[in-house]
């Protein structure tokens, strides 16, 4: 499932982090590609320990865990620390898939990244070019967000990022290892929830509110690892 979700961040949280991002030493983005996906990427980075990469980072993950549609979307068990990236001047990254396991920075910690999550610091007025286009079985999926928005698509995806052929485009880019690992599992829990809650909303006291939210934790229950 590839979600949208508006607003992770307010205006001024934006506008916070591209003062930030405006500030920070970029470095080449080829320093935390894998062997395969460095051939592929040609844009900007800011180095893991990079302070203004950290205070940004803290901001989103704090944004994202008081963000109910990433909760339920996502079901995160951990966030890799957020990283950012740059393109300008034609570059773009080619068609690649996301590493299956990442280290956290600083710690022996490892993650499984199960979904890949791109949030956007520019408008799509600000470029050209730059969208995101991520491929699944439904056909090929073009994405290019307001500033503050985030698109959430499973890292088993392959997925390319074209040619930023005017201004910049700034993102946001990480992984999340979910309670789910498997994007089906994940899929029939979101749109369960979805309709738990449309019941609870117009019905609240009809039986079935409490059948179907009791279904959904015993899945949760069932599927779920930690
Ligand atoms: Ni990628």
Partial sequence: ????????????????????????????????????????????????????????????????????????????????????NRYTGGQSFGNHVDNAIRQIPGTPHRIRTDLSATLFFTGPDEYDGGELLVEDTYGVHKVKLPAGHMVLYPSTSLHNVRPVTRGARICSFFWIQSMIRDDGERTLLFDLDAGIQQISATQPDHPAAVQLTAVYHNLLRRWSEM
């Fill in 1 to 84: 499932m590839l979600i949208s979700i508006p607003d992770v961040l307010t205006a001024e949280q934006v506008q916070r982090g591209r003062a930030l991002l405006d500030r920070a030493q970029w470095v080449d983005g080829k320093v935390t590609a894998g062997h395969q996906s460095a051939r592929a990427k040609d844009n900007m980075q800011l180095p893991e320990d990079s302070p203004e990469a950290r205070e940004l980072g803290q901001m989103i993950v704090g944004a994202l865990h008081r963000n109910p549609l990433f909760i339920t979307a996502a079901l995160p068990l951990q966030v890799f620390p957020p990283l950012f």
